[in-house]
């Protein structure tokens, strides 16, 4: 078992790699020895009859701190959304931690972790309470809750406010939570930084940073571009539902 | 697999309902509108010998009317921030979310029950006869399985998609018929109204226990497809 | 019924072919048929006089409605569990439901004037009235989660659960009602039942009818699945338009 | 004929719906369709 996140004491058995994935890469900027933690090849993906993904090719490795960039619009979303195995492709291949998204959806979706506009958090219940649901439909140990609570530094009054009287970063902190609950290896972020104050994206950052090193891979689509340029280890441009033009080496 | 669903579903119905306990929805809001709805019934109705005729029918329609909005409750809980979408991608079982679901349902529902009959005991002057009360338990409990059944299949459909809270009565009040007239007619036996006799409500349980389970085992294996996307 | 225009490019107009034209035709001369033996030829009934007139278009339409909603079961089970989740099957569901839709709606209202005149109300709460409105109410409600959003194949598997659903729902509405009305035995005392007894022109009459309206069902049922299929190629076609365009603006 | 109206009405309303639903379905059939080469109609 591969070790996951503050977490390698863990007793429930993760499915396991489906090995090495066919090494598409067209451009030199994967070393083919790594592993693969995301190929995208040819991908059409609709929203609400849109094509908001116009055939795009991306290749990430394990490990990566991948950053998406470009304008409003541009499909960075619906990337996040078709890894995460919540929006279905209408065209081309994806291959997520070595799992074919067409066949085999259940294994992507228990590895991958999705944090979007919305958190997925219930508001009416406290910080504690959200994460000890997630830890039961999991099957996760109260050590590894006490664990993400340390990691995402929810403080004994966090902890015990209901949700929807906490501030968006610290929202946003108990979502990251539930992503090290759930042991998830390839964290998808849709505009972390939105919303955070100067600490609170210091800590995200070092957050993210702490997640990759321990061997979780790290796709963020932000607008935050100074901020998350330094963090990523590199960056992919997409406009109109494509990789833009000459900037594949980021 | 078995055990994993079993730990999900009560984790999720432990969840619905601990967020009830919690925000009071329940007690502060669907138990007055039911009540107001019977005391309307009254205005409605004006004599106290036609209420008591009728009173199965009113309760069991109040139930039918509050289910649209204990369902739609139950659903927007899941859908305010993402909840369910979280659930659904971190490849959660569908069927123990739905078995969860339906439990929390089932346990309101018979909340709403109990206010009622209490409700209409005191207010339409109804009263329980000895031999009807276990005719009345039960048939109540098939009945009530039957609609969180079919409220939780229709409620999770209708949850995906915005602006369409309208469907929801649309989808559910034809298939709720059967439970309508089954627990109706059984809890008149219970009662005694009409001249009946408690044995004329066995046919009627029989009614309800089929269709719980049913849409029981149809929605655990429907519920999945249907709010995925 | 409309005029027909020569045909320009193609020698099979909109969505017809030889087949459904050939059809089309029989169901017409069939159609023309039902009128000639229902409201002249056919004598009256004893008990029920001309009324039982009616009955020549009342029963083959509840009829055609039930095989409809049966079509729409079975197009949504091969959608639902085929291996290749059949766009077709789907199509064909959805075209049933609606033209039993449109059926049952004529079943009500026929009815409801043959009521009118042997029991001397509109409606009566009769096993198999009650039964009908119900399932009418349940189809139309299919035929709204057929109009909602999301992606083809999302609204395809969300359209053949609930037409599966609806169709469950007919054996437990109808012993239900069944149920209900056999144990207030009062309502069947207020007038003669609907069943009368068919002498030999009368039982052809109503053949005819059936005969005629499953030519028609079979013809609609052919045109209004092609019509579907023409909208889901349009709006593929209208995926390719919107991706070329959606990489221009993306400047390669 | 007795109770000819009811009787009448009940073909005509019968009939009409009939030819209404296919009448719809025709012109939408055309409208669509005609815009498609023979080739390109699948029931071909």
């Known amino acids: 078992m591969r070790g996951y996140l503050w977490s390698s004491n863990a007793n429930v058995v993760r499915v396991e790699d489906g090995g090495e994935s066919p090494s598409v890469c067209r451009v030199n900027d994967v070393p083919t020895a790594h592993r693969n933690a995301v190929v995208m090849t040819d991908v059409v993906a609709m929203t609400g009859g849109f094509p908001a993904l116009a055939g795009i090719d991306i290749q990430v490795a394990e490990g990566e701190i991948v950053l998406l960039a470009g304008p409003n619009g541009a499909g960075k979303t619906t990337v996040l959304r078709v890894c995460a195995g919540i929006q279905p492709i209408a065209r081309g291949s994806v291959s997520v931690l070595g799992f074919d998204l067409r066949t085999d959806l259940a294994h992507i979706r228990s590895n991958v972790g999705f944090v979007g506009h919305r958190n997925g958090l219930y508001e009416d219940l406290t910080p504690a309470e959200n994460l000890d649901f997630w830890a039961k439909v999991i099957g996760a140990s109260p050590d590894e809750v006490d664990a993400a609570i340390d990691v995402m530094a929810l403080n004994a009054r966090v902890r015990d406010t209901p949700v929807s009287r906490l501030s968006a970063g610290q929202r946003r902190r108990v979502a990251l939570a539930v992503l090290v609950i759930r042991r998830a290896r390839l964290w998808l972020l849709d505009e972390p930084h939105a919303g955070l104050d100067a600490s609170g994206r210091d800590e995200l950052d070092g957050i993210l940073r702490r997640a990759a090193a321990s061997g979780a891979t790290v796709v963020l689509a932000s607008h935050e571009l100074e901020r998350a340029t330094a963090l990523a280890t590199r960056r992919i441009t997409i406009s109109g539902g494509v990789i833009d033009g000459g900037d594949r080496n980021g | 697999m078995a055990n994993q669903r079993r730990r999900l579903a009560l984790s999720v119905a432990r969840k619905d309902l601990r967020i009830e306990r919690r925000s009071h929805v329940l007690t502060a809001q669907i138990l007055p509108f039911t009540l107001v709805t019977m005391v309307l019934f009254a205005f409605a109705l004006d004599a106290t010998s036609v209420l008591q005729r009728v009173a199965p029918g009113l309760v069991w329609l109040a139930v039918l009317f509050s289910m649209m909005i204990v369902v739609q409750r139950a659903f927007a809980v899941e859908t305010a921030d993402g909840a369910l979408d979280a659930l659904r991608s971190a490849g959660a079982d569908m069927s123990g979310v739905f078995f969860g679901k339906f439990i929390a349902l089932v346990v309101q529902l018979i909340i709403v029950e109990g206010a009622l009959w209490i409700a209409a005991v005191l207010l339409y002057g109804i009263e329980l006869r000895l031999g009807g009360i276990v005719l009345l338990v039960t048939s109540s409990i098939s009945a009530t399985c039957g609609l969180a059944a079919i409220g939780t299949i229709y409620g999770g459909l209708a949850s995906g998609i915005q602006g369409r809270e309208s469907l929801l009565p649309l989808l559910v009040l034809p298939v709720a018929s059967p439970v309508l007239i089954g627990a109706t007619r059984s809890a008149e036996a219970a009662f005694g109204i009409g001249g009946t006799v408690a044995s004329e409500g066995w046919p009627w349980l029989g009614l309800l226990t089929v269709f719980a389970v049913a849409f029981v085992v149809v929605g655990s294996f429907a519920f999945g497809p249907l709010v995925d996307d | 019924m409309t005029t027909i225009t020569p045909t320009t490019k193609s020698s099979h107009r909109g969505t017809g072919t030889t087949a459904t034209r050939v059809i089309g035709l029989l169901a017409t001369v069939m159609c023309a048929w039902l009128v000639v033996f229902g409201l002249i030829l056919s004598p009256a009934d004893r008990d029920q006089g001309d009324a039982v007139r009616i009955m020549y278009v009342h029963v083959p339409s509840v009829w055609l409605a039930y095989l409809a909603f049966i079509v729409t079961a079975a197009g949504s089970a091969i959608h639902l569990f085929g291996r290749r989740h059949s766009l077709q099957a789907d199509r064909v569901a959805g075209a049933s439901a609606e033209i039993g839709v449109v059926f049952m709606g004529v079943t009500l209202v026929s009815g409801m004037l043959w009521g009118r005149i042997t029991w001397g109300v509109y409606w009566q709460w009769d096993a198999r009235l009650t039964t009908t409105a119900l399932l009418f109410v349940s189809y139309i409600g299919y035929l709204a989660v057929r109009n909602l959003d999301g992606t083809r194949e999302q609204l395809a598997r969300r359209s053949a659960i609930v037409g599966l659903l609806a169709v469950l729902e007919i054996p437990l509405v109808h012993w239900s009602v069944k149920l209900w009305r056999s144990l207030h035995q009062e309502a069947t005392v207020l007038g003669t039942d609907l069943d009368v007894s068919l002498d030999g022109l009368m039982l052809f009459s109503l053949f005819v009818g059936v005969v005629a309206f499953t030519l028609v069902f079979v013809w609609l049922l052919l045109h209004r699945a092609r019509t579907m299929a023409v909208v889901d190629l349009a709006a593929q076609r209208r995926l390719d338009d919107a991706l070329i365009a959606r990489r221009r603006e993306g400047g390669n | ?44």
């Not at chain 4, 007795?2 to 009787?7: E, W």
């Not at chain 4, 009940?10 to 080469?37: E, N, P, Q, W």
């Open chain 4, 1 to 44: 004929m007795s109770n000819a109206g009811f009787i009448i009405g009940s073909y005509v309303l019968t009939f009409g719906a009939i030819i209404g639903f296919a009448l719809r379905t025709i012109r939408l059939g055309r409208k669509l369709a005609d815009d498609l080469d023979d080739s390109e109609k699948p029931w071909l």
